[in-house]
């Protein structure tokens, strides 16, 4: 079985401030991990993903996530919020045999003060 | 580009009617989604298909019909339409299962 942890329906940081959002997951197969972006009346777009290369993965408008075994963990990261990555994030976690669907997080809501 | 569409976009009907949601999609892809989003639970999964008249249900099935008969194709039915089935579907489309999955841009459904 797997699921995913959103820590934090919300999250409101100040425009040029760390952005920082958790993501836990569980598995009990090696993963592949996602984050999607939804902005307002949108469908998801995918920001990044993992799938066993390098730990370290970057994706679109300077995000950032790191996949550590060790803590079941993918956070997203970002050094400097603008106004336009207000938006709701989604974790996603799958198989990497594939058989399954992507399982979702219950998302968290990014406000970006000015 | 067209890429994987949902129609109608918005949708008011009353209890008991039915209801089809449609998804296309131009990639070719082998898997084809549904999904509802409700605040407070994220997006769960409804069915899903591996092919064309290969489907399998997903966390959520009860109420919904599905059916493949084409690769580009994944209409959603909801057979007697509940309050409870008011929220917004999703459709989406991926190469293998646990893959990147393309969603749509979604449509909104309430049930009056």
């Known amino acids: 079985a797997q699921s995913v942890t959103q820590l934090g329906s919300h999250v409101s940081v100040s425009e040029g401030a760390l952005v920082l959002l958790r993501c836990n997951y569980s598995s009990s197969v090696p993963p592949y991990l996602f984050w999607y972006v939804q902005y307002p009346n949108q469908g998801l777009q995918l920001l990044l993903k993992?799938?066993?290369?390098?730990?370290l993965v970057k994706g679109i408008n300077g995000f950032e996530a790191e996949f550590k075994k060790s803590e079941t963990s993918f956070h997203l990261t970002k050094p400097s919020a603008h106004m336009s990555d207000a938006a709701e994030y989604f974790c996603a976690v799958s198989d990497q045999r594939g058989r399954r669907a992507l399982t979702f997080g219950s998302g968290t809501r990014l406000q970006v003060q000015p | 580009d067209a890429g994987i569409t949902q129609s109608p976009r918005y949708k008011i009907t009353e209890t008991g009617r039915q209801v089809t949601l449609m998804c296309h999609q131009t990639?070719?892809?082998?898997?084809m989604f549904w999904y509802r989003q409700d605040l407070g639970h994220g997006l769960r999964l409804i069915y899903y298909s591996a092919a064309a008249d290969i489907t399998d249900k997903g966390e959520v099935p009860d109420g919904y019909v599905v059916s493949r008969s084409k690769t580009e194709n994944f209409p959603l039915t909801l057979e007697s339409a509940t309050r409870s089935q008011t929220s917004v579907y999703f459709c989406a489309s991926s190469q293998t299962a646990g893959e990147t999955q393309y969603f749509g841009p979604g449509t909104r459904l309430l049930v009056l």
């Open positions: 993992y799938t066993s290369a390098a730990t």
């Open positions: 990639w070719s892809h082998s898997y």
